[in-house]
Nanobody, 121 residues
Framework: QVQLVESGGGLVQAGGSLRLSCAASASFSIYAMGWFRQAPGKEREFVAGISWTGVDTDYTDSVKGRFTISRDNAKNTVYLQMNSLKPEDTAVYYC???????????????WGQGTQVTVSS
């Protein structure tokens, strides 16, 4: 059983930054990882993904140029650096372990419990 624990969420003003972390309990380094988010009343959506090597990344269009996904396999941790935050980025952010860098939920098998990000205007 793999456990994923997100941290780093919080309340920030528009234009600010946050860095999310996701620590995995095991079986991390050979898997792709992804970040998703879910706003109230909306579907959970793909935000960013990274291959197990860290070479390949993908982002949803709305965060390109503002968010950066990275990983440290020695620490079993994946990060999401979020800059120039906007109120529409407000959501619960989830990390997940995946079989590839794919923007669909069915490509990910283990999920964290989520961390709340709130961006005030």
């Amino acid at each position: 059983q793999v456990q994923l624990v997100e941290s780093g969420g919080g309340l920030v003003q528009a234009g600010g930054s946050l860095r999310l972390s996701c620590a995995a309990s095991a079986s991390f380094s050979i898997y792709a990882m992804g970040w998703f988010r879910q706003a109230p009343g909306k579907e959970r959506e793909f935000v960013a993904g990274i291959s197990w090597t860290g070479v390949d990344t993908d982002y949803t269009d709305s965060v390109k140029g503002r968010f950066t996904i990275s990983r440290d396999n020695a620490k079993n941790t994946v990060y999401l650096q979020m800059n120039s935050l906007k109120p529409e980025d407000t959501a619960v952010y989830y990390c997940a372990r995946g079989v590839g860098v794919r923007p669909t939920r069915d490509a990910y098998d283990y999920w964290g419990q989520g961390t709340q990000v709130t961006v005030s205007s």
